[in-house]
């Protein structure tokens, strides 16, 4: 290293293509010292972190979203463009750009790097799983490679411990020099083309690949690409995945829903009786541990979602889908952010960016809060576990599952209907656009960087309970305990209180779908989150019935079934949720498009809600 | 990936009419009058994007349930996913 390190520290950028490892290259160099935000004024996800060397130097690495060309498509792919050319006034320019390729498969990789060589600044490329690529029979002439691309090149195996050495290595030993002219230009068809054959070129001297491709994935496709075995195979994965999300996480959640009860018996022993410990106890532990009891359901669902991306199925299941979901109107790409949906629409709407057509984007964006998220299992578990029997049908299948499976089909269902309508109404004429999409080698997951996402979504969730749904459930504990009851009130305190009179008024239009006004006042801070509806629901139940029982057990003494159902029913459309509502504003820069999505959901569930209700009294629920 | 630039040949077919099990080679892109809604010069910086270029190798892997769509292709050392429709575009010997 020169003396540039002593100007302050110095900063490197990680580009590529889709699917080379880069991520995981990241994990690797910059362990926990990362940070994860937003580029001001887009969505797309910032990942920092810092670099220790072994000669003790440090490097400030930004990890850039994957792409093919500078051309940028996509919201993503213009950040990778614009921080590589030192166009974000946000960001200071990289000092030097490492390039990361994943070894198997070098064509596209070096025409991208050719491509970015253009832009002046000092790089160089590092080879990333080294070893599946040597398992494979494929050799590389690190050297030679080095020499024709007049930049260091080193090899790594992100996912082994020490496979980093040589990168790091790399890292003391590399001559920064200051950036060159940038002779970069928006490539045209014959420039891709020139650069792809010098690649060709670079590759035929250097690369020795064998004659077989690799014959796990070949053998792996022949039946999860196959067009019977393959759709079949999809949907056992995803039907193993709903059962698994209901029944493995059922142990843990008894286990944390004893521990809060027998914090909560603690705390109102502890304290003498009145405001703090109704506060305690009722808003408090009751609040948060009816929420927090569904962490494990959520990080079993992230598991299967990371599991399946790190795998390389991802990009299979939206080839099967493809042409499902082009007849909806829907885009092949359209299968991944819908998925992430069912974790989360939030993060299933921000990954709406890898499809690269507005028209289409906007649809994916339509329907995805449609499909079932994970803040909607708390409600449904709970309305589940209180009103339908654990039984089992046809021997095998939990009748409680079976529930469950339906109401996410019902979900896909009206997202499929939905998006083909909008398809009709908005934009019929139009050409639906293409789908091209690389179809990785499958690999193991990497045991460590599974953690690390799963991690990362326990503290997020974490984080929400911690403040947006503690913040809801002392206001709705608020809510439902002032004003108190006057003396010599016969009634429970919460008829006297503030949330009785908003339930109160808005009970006359819900009641045609049959929610009672405790129901009315739990969907008021259900906005804030969907799942604070159980806490609100546990709040204002157990103060008004004063024991500290249940919910479920509460809700299945005072609901019909019938209501009960329009409750489920409800809650597959109903647009509560906040933060849904303010990522489509922000991702479509429209108002216009979130009152939309706010006003069909709220309708369609206002009419399903009716319909189930009225039918499931007609026949005697 | 050991290649030689191809021979002209006359007698090409587009890849999107080949069925499964055909291995051949690129012969040219011509993406004009192509019906995917893209200008022939985008969708034809679109598969040399995905290493669809003149020489390299081709093979159809599999193919989609529902008309035969999209198609998954071997290109040289990748597996792209595309829609037939596209694949007009890439002519194959």
Known sequence: MNAMTDAGIVRCALVGTPNCGKTALFNALTGSRQKVANYPGVTVERKAGVVHTPAGLCYSVVDLPGTYSLRARS?????????????????????????????????????????????????????????????????????????????????????????????????????????????????????LRTDQREADAIIRASVKMPAKPDTLTSRL???????????????????????????????????????FGILGTQAHDLLPPGILQSFITDGVIGGVGSVLVFLPQILILFLFILLLEDLGYMARAAFLMDKIMGGAGLHGRAFIPLLSSFACAIPGIMATRVIDNKKDRLTTILVAPLMTCSARIPVYTLIIAAFIPNTTVAGFLSLQGLVMFGLYAAGIASALAVSAVAKFFFWRQEMSPPFMLELPDYKLPAPKSVL??????????????????????VLIWFLASFPTAPAGATGPAIEYSFAAMIGHAIAPILAPIGFNWQISIALIPGMAAREVAVAALGTVYSISGGAENQVGSMLAAQWSLATALAFLVWYIFAPQCASTLAVIKRETQSWKWMWITFGYMLALAYLAAFATFHIARALGA | ??????????????????????????????????????????????????GFVEGASVEILHEGAIGRDPIAVRVDSATVALRRREAMAVLVV
């Open chain 1, 75 to 191: 919201p993503d792919e213009e950040i990778t463009r614009d921080a590589v050319l030192g166009r974000l006034a946000s960001e200071t320019p990289p000092d030097f750009l490492i390039c990361v390729a994943d070894a198997t498969n070098l064509r596209l990789a070096l025409r991208l790097l050719l491509e970015l060589k253009r832009v002046g600044r000092p790089m160089m490329l590092v080879l990333n799983m080294m070893d599946i690529a040597k398992r494979r029979g494929i050799e590389i002439d690190v050297k030679k490679l080095s020499a024709a691309l007049g930049m260091p090149v080193v090899t790594a195996i992100s996912v082994r411990k020490g496979g980093t050495d040589a990168v790091m290595a790399e890292l003391d030993r590399f001559v920064l020099t200051s950036a060159g002219d940038c002779s970069w230009t928006v490539p045209s068809a014959a420039n």
């Open chain 1, 221 to 259: 496709d022949a039946v999860l690409l196959h067009p019977v075995a393959g759709l079949v195979s999809l949907f056992v994965i995803l039907f193993v995945m709903f059962q698994a999300v209901f029944t493995w996480a059922q142990p843990l959640m008894n286990l944390i829903d004893q521990g």
């Open chain 1, 452 to 473: 690390f996402g799963l991690f990362t979504r326990a503290k997020a969730f974490l984080y929400r309970a911690g403040t947006t749904i503690f913040a809801m459930t």
């Open chain 2, 1 to 50: 990936m050991l290649r030689e630039s191809p021979p002209v040949t006359s007698h090409c077919t587009p890849l999107g009419r080949a069925h499964p099990g055909f291995r051949g080679r690129i012969d040219a892109i011509d993406a004009k009058g192509n019906a995917s809604g893209l200008s022939s010069e985008e969708l034809e910086r679109r598969l040399i994007e995905l």
